[in-house]
């Protein structure tokens, strides 16, 4: 048979695979067939392939468990399969058909064994397609329903995420099922079960493979080799890829694995993780998985961009102290009657000298560059408190819980640092209070303070009063 010029009459990215269905039942590995012109880039993928020949181990190109797994159920049961997946960086449309008409019956050492074939059609996309998604049967949508449902039942994240798992653990018949988070702009993950946040639990997993819980998640993408999941019903590929995480699941008696990758825009947002799940339910679970994915994606990177959003609006970015916003935020959480135990606080209002000038003369990048130097002096002076920039070059440092000596202290030691720089000057006012609900007032007294500092600086430096701007405190 020409298969080469059998497929170049199938329109679309298309290929031909085949294997032999042996005599008790088993599977040989899988041959590619044939390759149309459209499609031709796939033999291209593994530039270490050899040349490529009808019949060649497909694995000489790629390896994918899932893959493999439609063709061999297509072929060898006579049934269309279609997948929407996200995988090797796009959205994955595929169109598995079995080919009846080059079934053949050959003899080989005495056994019969049957030949069969899978064509298989892909299209793929940047973007998803929700209704290319839609396309399931009644009890995966129903599953989906569900656990979309308990996703959206709470405002609450980490509420809605161990719902969402401990729904996820029901429909898997699992033992075990947590969301594993991967946020990769902190670098960071979590670990959130049916009961919740298990980041102990997350720490103690990834010291067992001799890994921090960030490593864990770089190395789970690895392991999942450009596909969208493992679903395995034995360990045996996870013993080859990754044996460190292999004996952490002996140890712990898992037996089976499902580690689906949740991503939003093609970035990894975290994963589905399922031990011990029931293997005769593995089609339903694949099916929904792929669609829950879809929806804890949108819901983990939302979450992230809000508290990416958060730490913005209350960190400064240029100098990464906290910001106006925080300083606000801290000022009405202080004067609160929650901040009844705190009996006294001290503040002091530090204001950047000469920065306008710095600014008129060399350039807002150089006043930047004096903020940035003038920030890390505060950090070592007053490390120990908060401290916030309330302002363009005016900063609030609150000491809560210490006495007037102290503060005085901090101070006195302060301007003694400054005097070892050349750029650098400040001018300062305090303030204290006992009554911790006066802590605008003391703030207010502690500028008012600072200002009269300020006028005895340019008194002493004529040269550098360029002051224009109005106070807004």
């Known amino acids: 048979m020409d298969f080469q010029s059998w497929i170049e009459g199938i329109d679309g990215l298309a290929s031909l695979y085949s294997f032999d269905v042996l005599e008790d039942g088993s599977f040989s590995e899988i041959r590619l067939m044939a390759v149309n012109k459209q499609n031709v880039g796939m033999l291209q993928m593994n530039p270490n392939a050899p040349e490529f020949y009808p019949g060649i181990p497909y694995r000489n190109y790629w390896m994918d468990l899932n893959f493999e797994s439609f063709v061999y159920k297509c072929a060898s049961t006579s049934q269309p399969l279609y997948s929407y997946v996200n995988a090797r960086g796009v959205w994955l449309k595929g169109f598995y058909i079995p080919i009846k008409d080059f ?13 069969v074939y899978c064509l298989y059609i892909i299209t793929y996309s940047d973007k998803v397609e929700t209704d290319s998604m839609s396309q399931k049967s009644s009890d995966v949508a129903n599953a989906v329903m569900e656990i979309s449902i308990k996703i959206h039942e709470t405002p609450d994240f980490v509420q809605s995420m161990a719902a969402a798992a401990a729904e996820i653990k029901k429909i898997c018949g699992a033992e075990k099922c947590s969301l594993y988070t ?93 031990a011990n799940y029931d293997v005769s339910a593995t089609d339903k679970i694949k099916e929904t998985l792929e669609i829950c994915s879809f929806l804890l994606a949108a819901v983990i990177y939302n979450n992230q961009l809000l508290a990416r959003l958060e730490v913005k609006s209350m960190v400064d970015e240029l100098t990464q102290l906290s910001s106006r916003n925080a300083l606000n935020d801290r000022v009405e959480k202080y004067s609160s009657s929650d901040s009844a135990s705190l009996s006294t606080l001290g503040v002091v209002f530090a204001d950047l000298n000469g920065l306008k000038t710095v600014n008129d003369e060399k350039g807002h990048e150089a006043g930047d560059k004096l903020l940035v130097r003038a920030a890390s002096l505060l950090k070592i002076g007053f490390g120990d408190w908060e401290i916030y920039r309330a302002g363009g070059d005016e900063f609030v440092i609150l000491c809560p819980g210490v006495s007037e000596e102290v503060i005085e202290k901090q101070l006195s030691d302060m301007r003694n640092l400054l005097t070892n720089t050349t750029d650098v000057s400040f001018a300062f006012g305090t303030a204290f209070c006992t009554d911790i609900q006066d802590v605008q007032q003391a703030i207010q007294t502690a500028d008012e303070e600072m200002y009269k500092d300020k006028e005895l600086y340019y008194l002493n430096h004529p040269e550098k009063d360029r002051r224009t701007h109005k106070r807004n405190i």
């Open 103 to 115: 079934d053949v019956l050959e003899e080989a050492s005495g056994d019969k064994q049957r030949t």
């Open 182 to 274: 991967v946020d990769k702009n902190r670098r960071s993950c979590s670990f959130i079960g049916v009961d919740g946040i298990q980041d102990e639990n997350l720490d103690a997993f990834a010291a067992e493979m001799g890994r921090e819980p960030y490593e864990v998640a770089e190395t789970w993408e690895r392991d999942l080799a450009l596909s969208d999941c493992l679903l395995l019903e034995d360990l045996k590929v996870i013993e080859e890829r990754d044996p460190e995480w292999y004996h952490s699941l002996i140890l712990h008696d898992i037996h089976n694995i499902i580690l689906y990758a949740v991503r939003s825009n093609q970035t990894l947002v975290g994963f589905i993780w399922v």
